[in-house]
């Protein structure tokens, strides 16, 4: 069992299994997100999130996300230095291509632009909602619960940075990137795939990136435009 952990197959496997776990966690925070676009008044997505701040399961799941995300990182960084140490001699621009996809052989750049970028995205919210907080977070009433006003932190900064929206979009592009290679390749990791359902899963994968990479765009396009509340 050891072996197969420490092994390159393992390592893979063990995050692709991550990957899907990030996965499922990013569906879930892309429909909260989207509640958002769906009620101007803000009020669906205060419940919402007011929700998520005190549902107990979701309390217990959030170190569990974090871990997972390091050990997606980890495993990331020491499959690439592993790569990276057994061809130390770069192959030609042309077999590269030939080869493989720009994506594909750019994974952990992608993945470390995405983490940048999630990094900035929890300073300007998780951080002031759980720890910092902010004037905007004032309780307001919604359907006779106080709740904090998380809609009035998040749609604040993107009505009043454009520099934030354009950030965002790009971070919704790197993710739908990332995804379009990882999904298919995760499959593959663990068994799941030969010549027939590698094609589906790459079907599969592309469309899942556009819809996160769009559901993610919208929401700062939707403030861009002024149809926020």
């Given at each position: 069992?050891?072996?197969?952990?420490?092994?390159?197959?393992?390592?893979?496997?063990?995050?692709?299994?991550?990957g899907f776990f990030l996965v499922s966690f990013l569906c879930v925070h892309l429909t909260a997100n989207l509640m958002i676009v769906v009620d101007s008044s803000g009020e669906i997505f205060n419940e919402v999130c007011h929700f998520m701040a005190t549902?107990?399961?979701?309390?217990?799941?959030?170190?569990?996300?974090?871990?997972?995300?390091?050990?997606?990182?980890?495993?990331?960084?020491?499959?690439?230095?592993?790569?990276?140490?057994?061809?130390?001699?770069?192959?030609?621009?042309?077999?590269?291509?030939?080869?493989?996809?720009?994506?594909?052989?750019?994974?952990?750049?992608?993945?470390?632009?995405?983490?940048?970028?999630?990094?900035?995205?929890?300073?300007?919210?998780?951080?002031?909602?759980?720890?910092?907080?902010?004037?905007?977070?004032?309780?307001?009433?919604?359907?006779?619960?106080?709740?904090?006003?998380?809609?009035?932190?998040?749609?604040?900064?993107?009505?009043?940075?454009?520099?934030?929206?354009?950030?965002?979009?790009?971070?919704?592009?790197?993710?739908?990137?990332?995804?379009?290679?990882?999904?298919?390749?995760?499959?593959?990791?663990?068994?799941?795939?030969?010549?027939?359902?590698?094609?589906?899963?790459?079907?599969?994968?592309?469309?899942?990136?556009?819809?996160?990479?769009?559901?993610?765009?919208?929401?700062?396009?939707?403030?861009?435009?002024?149809?926020?509340?």
């Amino acid at each position: 069992m050891n072996s197969f952990i420490t092994s390159s197959i393992g390592k893979k496997a063990i995050m692709s299994v991550s990957g899907f776990f990030l996965v499922s966690f990013l569906c879930v925070h892309l429909t909260a997100n989207l509640m958002i676009v769906v009620d101007s008044s803000g009020e669906i997505f205060n419940e919402v999130c007011h929700f998520m701040a005190t549902n107990p399961v979701v309390r217990v799941i959030e170190p569990v996300l974090a871990l997972g995300f390091l050990l997606h990182i980890a495993l990331a960084s020491w499959i690439t230095l592993q790569n990276r140490a057994a061809r130390p001699v770069k192959y030609a621009r042309s077999n590269q291509a030939g080869n493989a996809s720009w994506v594909s052989r750019n994974m952990y750049i992608l993945g470390a632009l995405i983490l940048v970028f999630l990094l900035l995205h929890l300073w300007n919210f998780w951080w002031k909602i759980k720890f910092a907080g902010d004037p905007l977070l004032e309780e307001i009433e919604v359907n006779g619960v106080l709740v904090e006003n998380t809609y009035a932190l998040v749609s604040g900064l993107f009505k009043t940075s454009v520099v934030y929206c354009g950030l965002y979009i790009l971070g919704g592009v790197l993710l739908g990137l990332h995804l379009a290679h990882g999904f298919g390749a995760a499959f593959q990791s663990i068994g799941l795939s030969n010549r027939v359902w590698r094609k589906r899963w790459a079907f599969l994968g592309t469309l899942f990136a556009v819809i996160v990479a769009g559901g993610f765009s919208i929401i700062p396009i939707y403030f861009l435009l002024g149809l926020g509340g």
